[in-house]
């Protein structure tokens, strides 16, 4: 389990993908089941790749929820959960007013 704050007051991608390098760098050490969760800050598209290219090459699934009601900003979740070696049995995003961000919560299953 890994939780993320991303940078955010940066428009150079440099930074923010040098964050994500280390952050693969050392998730590609896991051979195991992962579940990679926080704020990525995915504010541009670009940034939306970027973060979307990693797991990919990570073989994460993006986590989908139902109600989601999580922040956005330019139209795009600025929240995330990315998962691998699990299912899916329940996930949510519910603005409870707690944060500035919607809690997000799930129940997974280490498949088996």
């Known amino acids: 389990m890994v939780n993320i704050h991303s940078i955010n007051f940066t428009y ?15 998730l590609l050490r ?30 994460l699934q993006e986590m989908h929820f139902q109600p989601d009601q999580r922040m956005t900003k330019f139209g795009l979740p600025l929240d995330h959960i990315f998962y691998r070696g699990l299912t899916v049995e329940q996930a949510s995003a519910i603005d409870n007013g707690a944060s ?11 498949l088996g």
Do not use: C
């Open 12 to 26: 150079a991608m440099a930074a923010y993908k040098k964050q994500l390098a280390a952050l693969e760098q050392a």
């Open 30 to 59: 896991v051979d195991g089941p992962i579940i990679l969760a926080g704020d990525f800050n995915t504010w541009s598209q670009r940034r939306l790749e970027a973060v979307r290219a990693m797991v990919s090459r990570l073989s």
């Open 100 to 110: 500035d961000h919607a809690a997000m919560e799930a129940q997974l299953k280490v």
